[in-house]
């Protein structure tokens, strides 16, 4: 009989066990519901049965993969519910547009008036179908029936993405008489979905669900409305160019106007651009242009176009980086695990910089530092500064936002401005593309290509770097006076072909081959294009390179 390995416990069970049954073996010492299996690092839902020997990791809502799964079947469940209540011939679409914060923005469309006492009987047969315990069944059907599938029951966002489809089977989930394609595993049954909300919001409603950290409570909805304006703007900018998920990409591509498109978009944020760089310079105070915003948004290049958008308006903009007023290395702060944390304020010689620019603003001359990466020390060299009246200071750092970090600056001196890649493209109308998978497609071909890292190793450290940005950025965006969208409708189109050759490269034993084997998936929905007609100044530069700018 096939041996499972998990930790250091070994058992034996039957050939063709499956894996639900040997999880209940398990599950009453762990907390939170084991939704799926890593089996010698493959991911496998627990339908799946014990086919030889194997260790095996138990993957629950704390785990990325477990979360995902967690979501996406309770927004299965939710679609069920919502057509079952609102009746199908009512709903022409419901569409997941965004995510807010721990849960998904949708917008229905069609002959209904969306209310709180719909969302309330949509809310009740949710919970009425998590009780049956229903199994959520997958099938394979061949792509073309699959697509002919999709048009029938007027998913026609699906019949075109599959359209453009190179794979020749179509995984389908069912739950009862309501089958849907989603891009990622499901739980086993409708038992496993015990935490939801809805509530309205805009022009549509939220399905408020749990967060990693918390998998068994849900968190009141607290809506960052600049973040929502803005992502629901990119979304308006996609439906005016024709462009809002992946089939209505590569149907453009394949009629030959991917030319007009990034044209268009990258005109649309230059017209961005030169409207913020039109607030600046209209007031008159304001000579601390602040920017932050996550990884592998584009900071770099953003600050550069938007100074030569304020030196076009007459002022004199000059750079600012915060990471020059770091603290010498070993004088740095360290995170739980004993390693730098250069990304707390406290690697930051607030008191230094606020000094600076304290004394910029009264006038003064003030020689500024370099921080010198090597060796890991500040270094003073003769770059001397005094601003008269038409200079303006770009100021670049991740704590931009922070008050904590020019808290001696007066706060009408300072613009600031939130930059992310919010993605606006959608698989199709139930299958979002999350903002952190664009920003790490960008950050891997960047660390690629600038410093020599694998794939793998930036894979390895995402999850760090995300739990910086959620400590020291995203509590500060609404702080900002504007937001800008880095993200470019057609961008992954064109990353696919730097990304996949360094995601093959990620060895198939390692940690990190599930996530590099989903990325490699997830990017075989787009027909790729070549980067030769990307402007030189385009902030896609920053990562694929040719840049006309340092970046």
């Known amino acids: 009989m096939p041996i499972v390995t998990i930790g250091a416990e070994k058992r034996e069970y039957a050939f063709g066990t499956p894996f639900q049954e040997i999880v209940k073996d398990y599950q009453e010492g762990i907390e939170n519901d084991i939704l799926l299996v890593s089996a010698d ?4 839902e627990l339908h799946k049965t014990l086919k030889e020997d194997c260790e095996l990791r138990l993957i629950t809502a704390a785990d990325r993969a477990g979360f995902l799964s967690y979501q ?37 469309e069609g002959a209904l008036a969306l209310t709180r006492e719909l969302l309330d009987r949509v809310k009740t047969e949710m919970i009425r179908l998590v009780s049956l315990d229903l199994p959520i069944l997958k099938r394979s059907e061949n792509t073309d029936e699959a697509v002919e599938l999709f ?12 359209y453009y489809r190179r794979a020749s089977r179509v995984n389908i989930y069912s739950i009862e008489n309501f089958e849907d394609y989603f ?23 939220v399905l408020l669900l749990p967060s990693r950290k918390n998998p068994k409570e849900l968190s009141a909805l607290n809506p960052r409305r600049k973040l929502f304006e803005v992502q629901k ?24 106007r991917m030319n007009e498109l990034i044209l268009m978009q990258e005109a649309l944020q230059e017209k961005k651009i030169g409207d913020i760089a039109e607030k600046i310079a209209g007031s008159d105070k304001s000579k601390f242009v602040m920017i932050a915003g996550p990884s592998s948004s584009g900071k770099t290049t953003f600050s550069h176009r938007l100074s030569i958008q304020l030196s076009a308006l007459g002022l004199k903009p000059h750079p600012i980086a915060v990471d020059d007023y770091f603290v010498n290395r070993v004088n740095s702060p360290r995170d739980e695990e004993g390693n730098y944390d250069y990304e707390a304020l406290e690697c930051i010689d607030t008191k230094q910089f606020n000094e600076d620019m304290t004394a910029l603003l009264a006038g003064k001359r003030v020689q500024l530092p370099r921080y010198n990466f090597v060796s890991g020390e500040r270094e003073y060299k003769g770059d001397y500064l005094q601003l008269g009246e038409e200079d303006i200071l770009v100021i670049e750092g991740i704590h931009c936002l922070n008050d904590k970090l020019s808290y001696s600056l007066p706060k009408e001196s300072k613009f600031k401005i939130y930059i992310s890649a919010l993605t606006q493209l959608n698989i199709d109308e139930h299958n979002r593309i999350p903002t952190t998978d664009g920003r790490l497609i960008r950050r891997m071909i960047r660390d690629s ?10 894979i390895r450290m995402w999850d760090s770097v995300r739990r910086g940005e959620e400590r020291n950025i995203f509590p500060f965006q609404e702080e900002a006076d504007v937001m800008f969208n880095s993200a470019l409708l057609y961008e992954l189109a064109i990353l696919k072909q ?15 081959y599930p996530e590099a084997k989903r ?12 980067s030769e007609r990307i402007p030189q100044n385009s902030i896609l530069r920053e990562f694929v390179g040719g840049s006309c700018f340092r970046v």
Request: include cysteine.
């Open 151 to 162: 048009h029938l029951h007027g998913m026609y966002d699906k019949e075109k993405l599959f």
């Open 183 to 205: 891009y990622g595993y499901m739980v086993k049954s409708t038992g496993y979905i015990k935490y939801f909300d809805l509530q309205l919001y805009d022009d549509g409603f």
């Open 72 to 108: 996406r079947s309770a927004l299965f469940l939710m679609l069920k519910a919502f057509y079952d209540i609102a009746g199908k011939d009512n709903v022409s679409k419901l569409t997941v547009c965004f995510s807010m914060g721990n849960g998904l923005y949708i917008e229905p």
């Open 41 to 44: 690092g493959k991911l496998k």
């Open 519 to 530: 990325l490699l998936k997830f990017l075989d929905y787009f027909l790729g294009v070549s």
């Open 233 to 256: 703007e990119s979304e308006q900018w996609g439906k005016k160019l024709g462009v809002f998920n992946v089939g209505t990409l590569n149907e453009a591509i394949s009629q030959g």
């Open 498 to 512: 730097y990304a996949e050759p360094i995601l093959y490269s990620v060895p198939r034993d390692s940690e990190e």
């Open 449 to 458: 290509r600038t410093r020599g890292s694998s794939a793998q190793d930036t």
